[in-house]
């Protein structure tokens, strides 16, 4: 898999759903910098040439937005912390806050309990925090183990063979721990006074189109499902679980949005 195939899912992505692709000719971390490599690297903070890169990619996205018309822009939170969406993140800084930003949870981290959360609480206050189940707040003992029972069967390691797969999960739940734990800790270190808002919208009209532009990234889905019937279930238990709707009957099938709003946005995050 070279990054021109990825540009090429995109394409493929964008003539189902109905829209266009642009792409400023860079390419994903792996293909990059060796440091990126190892699975585990793609989760730890940038190396120094991609932090040194960031003043020119922020005037490379402004150059382009200022030939094109919007109403609205999206951008990556960063959930799962993964290299190339904080990169993202960090990379548009001057439209935080803006508002026409909004900012999407990141798939398929989303998925992933307590991910969400985590990520948010690092970039600010959640505005009626409680008015959503699916952003409270539990023991730490708890959030590790809810992350690593639910990583232990996405594809890479459901699809090992015993006994690998259980030394993996092992493996991974130390892993995943020592990562919450370090986020834990960067978050009460990051005092903030920025608000992040939710805004869902609905979108169960869409939900087939969507699981099929899902899998027009081949090389990317096959490393979280194991079967495009596990994709359904796991998009379908998340896009519910915001509980949008009355409490006797259907329930909504929505995404969730955000707008960033306080006196440190546009701070480093």
Not at 4 to 16: H, P, V
Request: charged share 25%; hydrophobic share 40%.
């Amino acid at each position: 898999m070279i990054s021109r195939e990825r540009f090429a899912e995109d394409a493929k992505a964008a003539a189902l759903l109905g829209f266009t692709t642009e792409n400023l000719d860079e390419v994903d971390a792996a293909f990059r910098h060796p440091a990126y490599r190892s699975p585990a690297n793609l989760f730890r903070p940038p190396v120094p040439g991609d932090i040194d890169r960031l003043a020119a990619m922020s005037a490379r996205i402004g150059d382009f937005l200022c030939s094109i018309r919007y109403d609205a822009i999206y951008l990556p939170l960063g959930i799962g912390w993964h290299v190339d969406h904080v990169l993202s993140h960090l990379a548009t800084k001057h439209l935080h806050g803006l508002p026409s930003t909004y900012f999407y949870e990141d798939a398929s981290y989303c998925l992933i309990p307590n991910a969400t959360q985590y990520r948010l609480r690092e970039l600010g206050k959640i505005a009626d925090e409680h008015a959503d189940g699916t952003l409270s707040p539990r023991s730490f003992a708890q959030e590790c183990y809810e992350t690593s029972a639910d990583y232990a069967t996405l594809a890479p390691i459901k699809t090992m063979a015993w006994p690998v797969r259980g030394v993996a999960a092992l493996v991974v739940a130390l892993y995943l721990r020592a990562l919450l734990a370090k986020h834990r800790r960067l978050r009460r270190e990051r005092e903030t006074e920025n608000t992040l808002k939710p805004m869902v919208q609905s979108i169960t009209g869409h939900f087939d189109a969507k699981i099929e532009a899902c899998y027009r990234y081949e090389s990317q889905i096959s490393q979280f499902f194991v079967s495009r019937t596990d994709c359904v279930a796991r998009y379908r238990r998340y896009s519910t679980s915001m509980a949008v709707g009355p409490a006797d009957g259907p329930v909504d099938m929505v995404e969730r949005f955000w707008q960033l709003q306080g006196a440190s946005v546009g701070s480093k995050n």
